[in-house]
């Protein structure tokens, strides 16, 4: 299969598989990389020179956060609650999406009208400002130790999954509606052709291909999503926080996962003091998103607007010239001359 050979398709792939290995290799085989680095550094005389957060050159690669934690190792121990959750919310989103999209399709037109008109007035509301007003008492309950951080994790997967079925839905369900007119479609119907029938021989393997690349531009959408509830100190799995003042009120953010919005968010308030400490998550985000646009990209060429490479010879062969008494019409009513006599 060409998706499988090509090259396009397993470079990103490859990075994206990477650092998923990479997150469950660091915590299980090397905890020491993730646990606190020394409280300050000296140079060779003795003398103290730097404190946690250290820079990229104080601690390579990526230098550490305020705990002196390696920050490279503390990203790629959360990539998998970042990227394994984005896949899950797609997922949901796409199960969802096309079960809503079936489902409208087949609604008369009054009920199509009043919910996209629903639909196209809630379009104006970002979605991140909807998941942070739903999940706001949620993340209250966390710190107040109510839920654990896992079951805060899972609730989150599944709002911003559910906020986000019914734009998808719609936008499949006017596709489905527009593909539900065609000519055989209505034929079909006719000769009595049941709603089952219908979605089984003609829904599904039209959309079977579209579903792909859907779920791989969801997954990047998520992503984004993501960063925007990070700046919103909504993560997945909840921030903690916890007072450092003593005669004043300081409260510092931590994460359980370590993920990268949570990573980014805790540490956004030192954006001008320390810029790596928002930047480098973001850099994650930026190489994690461009690998699943390039996916996307290519399987949309492949998948939908059939760009495929040819075999040569079956090329060669397929565009040689037929014979002109292969390009007449078939059933047209002219005589052929079948000998020399004939002809003359």
Known sequence: MIIIRSPRFWLPLSIIL??????????????????????YLKDEKGMIIADPPYSM??????????????????????????LLSAVIIALLRMMGGFMFGTLYAFLPQWARQFIKGVGDTFNFIPLAIVAFVL????????????????RFLVIEILVIAIIMIPSLGMYIGEEMKDYLKNDFVSVSRQIGATKFHLIKRHLRPQFSRNAIVMFSEQTSQTLYLLIQLGVLHI?????????????????????????????????????????????????????????????????????????????????????????SSKLEEPFAFTHQPHSKEEAQ
């Open 18 to 39: 990477l650092l998923l290995s990479g997150s469950f290799i660091v915590p299980a085989f090397f905890p020491e990389l993730l646990e606190p680095g020394p409280p």
């Open 57 to 82: 050159e104080e601690m390579k690669p990526l230098g550490s956060d305020k705990l002196g934690r390696n920050l490279f190792y503390l990203l790629l121990a959360g990539a998998k609650y970042t």
């Open 135 to 150: 999940l706001t008492p949620l993340q209250l309950a966390f710190q107040a130790e109510a839920m654990s951080s896992f």
């Open 235 to 323: 993560c997945l799995g909840g921030l903690r926080i916890e007072e450092f003042g003593i005669m004043e009120h300081v409260p510092e953010y931590f994460s359980y996962t370590n993920e990268w919005a949570a990573t980014m968010s805790i540490n956004i308030r030192q954006v001008f003091l320390y810029t790596w400490l928002v930047m480098t998550p973001l850099a994650f985000f930026a190489v994690s998103i461009y690998c699943i646009n390039e996916i996307t990209r290519f399987l949309k060429e492949v998948l939908l607007e059939d760009k495929l490479p040819v075999n040569k010879k079956k090329h060669d062969v397929s565009q040689s010239p037929l014979p």
